[in-house]
């Protein structure tokens, strides 16, 4: 059973399309992290919320703790937004936090 | 700030050949992780450390060993690597609980145990 489920694996995207990228968790949680992979494996925080939205530059990551899913917009994508997004939820008991298996993005120009 | 390094980028063992993993941070963060990353899976915490002197087990800790002699280095140890152990090993660390503070990676470790 994983506690967090992503969707789509993978995507391709042409450039300037708007990209979602879909996450969903079973857990109770302190905070939402997205996190970007890079093609060279680099790992970076995108976003870590708790509530509403968050908005950096073209990239804007939602989550509904309801629902408990969380969303993560890309507008006008571009080529070097290729890379793997990384859902991950931080539990609110103990010191739990469960990895998402990513979402692999390619962007042809 | 070099943020989080490790050292070294890539390594390749034969099995049964022991090696140390160096991960070193220079932002002054109180917790340190280290994780692997397989193929189809997500990232998966080997051990992580709390502070100085402190070291926790993860995930999958098996067949691992860790020391944080000094707050800015986290060690990961294989005393005998075995084939399983192939992956891609990354660092992390944060000021606060990651499970609500932000994490910073390290560039990554290629082992590959033949």
């Known amino acids: 059973k994983n506690e967090v489920e992503q969707s789509p694996q993978n995507l391709t995207a042409q450039e300037g399309e708007f990209i979602t990228i879909n996450c969903s968790y079973s857990v109770g949680i302190s905070a939402l992290h997205w996190l970007q992979q890079h093609p060279g494996g680099g790992i970076v925080s995108l976003f870590m919320l708790s509530s509403g939205k968050k908005k950096h530059g073209r990239l804007i990551a939602t989550i509904n703790i309801q629902e408990k899913h969380s969303s993560l917009h890309i507008t006008a994508s571009h080529p070097r937004d290729s890379a793997v997004y990384i859902c991950?939820?931080?539990?609110?008991?103990?010191?739990?936090?469960?990895f998402g298996t990513g979402t692999s993005l390619t962007v042809i120009p | 700030n070099a943020g989080v390094t490790q050292t070294p980028k890539f390594r390749v063992l034969k099995t049964g050949q022991s090696m140390t993993l160096l991960c070193a941070q220079d932002?002054?963060?109180?917790?340190m992780y280290w994780y692997r990353q397989d193929p189809g899976m997500g990232l998966r915490l080997i051990h992580y450390?709390?502070?100085?002197?402190?070291?926790a087990k993860g995930e999958v800790p098996d067949g691992y060993n860790v020391s944080r002699l000094k707050k800015q280095n986290f060690l990961l140890g294989l005393e005998s690597a075995a084939p399983s152990q192939t992956s891609v090993y990354f660092c992390?660390?944060?000021?606060?609980?990651?499970?609500?503070?932000?994490?910073?990676f390290g560039p990554g470790t290629r082992l590959t145990v033949t």
């Open positions: 932002m002054n963060h109180e917790y």
């Open positions: 992390a660390s944060s000021y606060y609980p990651r499970r609500a503070y932000e994490q910073y």
């Open positions: 450390s709390v502070g100085e002197g402190t070291t």
């Open positions: 991950a939820a931080g539990s609110n008991t103990g010191n739990q936090f469960y």
